[in-house]
């Protein structure tokens, strides 16, 4: 299964290559699209239309990079980070391919922009003594969104769902505890809706990026000015010779690391069945694929380490710790 999801991705930067329009579910193109001063109205569309019961007028870019409160303690690398005019946070995450405990990543991601509440509160109150604004910091939370748009099942136990809303929640009474935080989760690949049947701002966005060669011709459906601005941003013969560059290199690096996945898994899944057939019996070789399994995931950290990727994004491929890999 494994190879299978490391070919088919394969499969997918070809196909990109040659393409006339960024692929929206890399890193570059993700970013170009929704991460930008000059896109930022995409984003509030894109959101708003995502969070039915939020308007948003405005948003300011945050640090992406959030540092751990100690030194030693993991930091924080967000794909966009934003906080609209009501002091409300959104964090989105483009997650290409299945991660181990990605769900409580978001968790621990979410547990920061929760913490940079009481600094800029503080910061906002800097005129006061250090005593006075402890005592206005009374843990009023603003609310927290966390929209992944995911271009993998994740559960693929429902077929037919796509979405899926967290919030805590009492279990007895299903209604919820508390909505300061809000987490989305969209998969993409289960969103089959053909375009007439996507009223909304927010199937249509779901539609595009799940279809972004659309843009070549623009339908009625989506000719219109939002939608127009997003053709202009992401047609590749309208970029400069140095976002191209930019652009390409950010393909190449994915095509290696999904070339040293592909590789790493085949090895790993060779030696694992070695191992079970020498122990000769059922159990024997599911404990050597096991086996195998973790000494592949050892060996994409190191070939990944040597393409120069970085401990957050090598972890994030191989559900290694940081601390796993820098011991290879």
């Given at each position: 299964m494994h190879i299978f999801v490391a070919r088919s991705l394969w499969a997918q930067l070809k196909h990109i290559a040659m393409s006339k329009f960024i692929n929206p579910f890399s890193d570059y193109g993700f970013k170009l699209i929704f991460g930008s001063e000059v896109s930022k109205d995409l984003i509030i569309s894109f959101l708003n239309g995502v969070l039915h019961d939020e308007v948003i007028i405005n948003i300011t870019f945050r640090n992406v990079e959030?540092?751990?409160?100690?030194?030693?303690?993991?930091?924080?690398?967000?794909?966009?980070?934003?906080?609209?005019?009501?002091?409300?946070?959104?964090?989105?995450?483009?997650?290409?391919?299945?991660?181990?405990?990605?769900?409580?990543?978001?968790?621990?991601?979410?547990?920061?922009?929760?913490?940079?509440?009481?600094?800029?509160?503080?910061?906002?109150?800097?005129?006061?003594?250090?005593?006075?604004?402890?005592?206005?910091?009374?843990?009023?939370?603003?609310?927290?969104?966390i929209v992944c748009i995911l271009n993998y099942v994740m559960s693929p136990g429902y077929p037919d769902k796509y979405r899926w809303d967290v919030v805590r929640m009492d279990r007895e009474l299903k209604i919820p505890f508390s909505e300061t935080l809000n987490e989305v989760y969209l998969e993409i690949p289960k969103f089959v809706l053909p375009l007439s049947e996507c009223k909304t701002i927010y199937l249509k966005w779901l539609y595009v990026l799940n279809n972004i060669e659309i843009m070549e011709r623009l339908p009625d459906e989506l000719n219109n000015q939002l939608f127009q601005k997003l053709k202009s941003i992401v047609e590749i013969e309208r970029m400069s010779a140095n976002e191209r560059l930019e652009y390409e290199l950010s393909l190449a690096v994915e095509r290696d690391l999904l070339s040293a996945i592909d590789a790493s898994f085949e090895d790993g899944e060779i030696k694992g069945e070695e191992k079970g057939i020498k122990k000769g019996i059922k159990q024997g070789r599911e404990e050597g694929i096991k086996e195998g399994r973790k000494e592949e995931r050892r060996e994409i950290a190191q070939n990944l380490k040597s393409l120069g990727l970085s401990l957050e994004d090598i972890s994030k491929a191989t559900g290694l710790t940081s601390e796993e890999i820098e011991q290879l």
């Open positions: 959030m540092l751990g409160m100690k030194q030693d303690q993991r930091r924080a690398v967000f794909d966009i980070f934003c906080e609209n005019e009501k002091g409300e946070f959104f964090i989105v995450e483009m997650q290409k391919t299945r991660q181990k405990y990605f769900s409580d990543r978001i968790l621990y991601y979410a547990s920061f922009a929760i913490q940079q509440q009481s600094i800029v509160g503080r910061e906002k109150l800097s005129h006061l003594t250090e005593e006075e604004r402890k005592k206005h910091w009374d843990y009023n939370i603003n609310k927290v969104y």
